[in-house]
Structure formats: C-alpha cells, structure tokens
C-alpha cells in the first residue's frame, strides 16, 4: 500500500488543490490530505472548517473518496507521516516561486525523517496563477471566485466577508 499525504493550508481549497488530489489517487493507493499549520499565516478559516470544505469539495468536483482521507493536524508533517505509516509527501508545484521554499521544506522534513520523499506534481497550466490568497483577494474586493473554487468554498468565502464588512 502506497499511502500519500498532501499537506497544506487549503485556506479555502481551491480547483488547483482538487486537481492535484485526482491525480494524486491516479498515482498512489491511497491519500491523506491534511490541513496543517503554517506559522506564517494567519487562517481565514479554522482547521476543522478548511476540513469540511475540502470534504464537500471533492464530493461536489467528483473525485472517488474511497482511497481519501480529510484530517488536520497540528504537529510537525514528518511525525505526522511516521504516525500514518506514509514516507511520500505530495506537493503542487506552480512557478519558479514556489520552488525555493518547498525545496527548503521538503530538505527539512527529510532531515527530520530520512525515509520520507517529497514528489511534486506540476500544476496544470489552467491553475498555475491559482492560490488561496489570489481567492481571498479576489473575493474581498467583490470579485467573481466561481472559477477558482467550488461553489461551497464559494459561499463560505462570501459569507466570512460579508460578516466581516458588516461588523
Ligand atoms: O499550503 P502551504 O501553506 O504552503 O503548506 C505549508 C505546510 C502547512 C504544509 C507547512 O507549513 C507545514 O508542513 N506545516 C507543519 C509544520 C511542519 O512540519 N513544517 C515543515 C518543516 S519545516
């Protein structure tokens, strides 16, 4: 059994994540997908929240759940692994801007966790201005996220900015 994990943010998942969790389970036996911590960024939405989203999301884009796993974590992703039996990290990689970092987190996580590998899938081209920052962005100044995302993460993103402008 080949088990993946692809961790992230997901602050909210957008179609470039679900695109990479298809092809992911064409790759592996099966994948757990979790919403971790990055100290860097302040979340839109809580853990459990991104959780739920992600959950609905694969359902409504269509991707098999049998061999998917939503969780989140709070921990280091290397001990999260080894608790999961999985030594394979996956990782959408966009432009050349995303390389400098994975690069320095796959070597950390692998320093910590010598057996684990991180594979990086290329974004389609389709996706490879997407983020979950360009959805927030976009949504925040009244912009249309239809294409971005699915039509749940939609209405939660609206929703968290329509309470936040209202307050
Ligand atoms: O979607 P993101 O924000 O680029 O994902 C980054 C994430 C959450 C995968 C990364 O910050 C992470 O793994 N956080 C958990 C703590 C950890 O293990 N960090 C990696 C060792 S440097």
Do not use: C
């Amino acid at each position: 059994m080949r088990i993946a994990i692809y961790p992230g943010s997901f602050d909210p998942v957008t179609r470039g994540h679900l695109d990479i969790m298809k092809r992911s389970l064409n790759l592996f036996d099966s994948l757990i997908v979790v919403v971790m911590q990055n100290n860097k960024k302040t979340p839109m939405f809580t853990a459990e929240e991104r959780v739920e989203l992600i959950k609905q999301s694969v359902v409504e884009a269509g991707i098999p759940t049998e061999h998917l796993k939503v969780v989140s974590n709070a921990g280091l992703l290397a001990d999260f692994a080894k608790e999961n039996g999985s030594s394979i990290i996956v990782k959408g990689l966009r432009a050349i801007s995303d390389f400098e970092s994975e690069f320095q987190m796959a070597a950390a996580n692998q320093k910590l966790s010598p057996q684990l590998d991180s594979v990086f899938i290329m974004t389609r081209a389709k996706y490879m201005y997407l983020s979950s920052s360009i959805v927030r962005e976009v949504s925040y100044f009244g912009g249309d996220i239809s294409s971005f995302v699915t039509s749940v993460v939609e209405t939660a993103v609206k929703e968290h900015y329509r309470r936040q402008h209202g307050e």
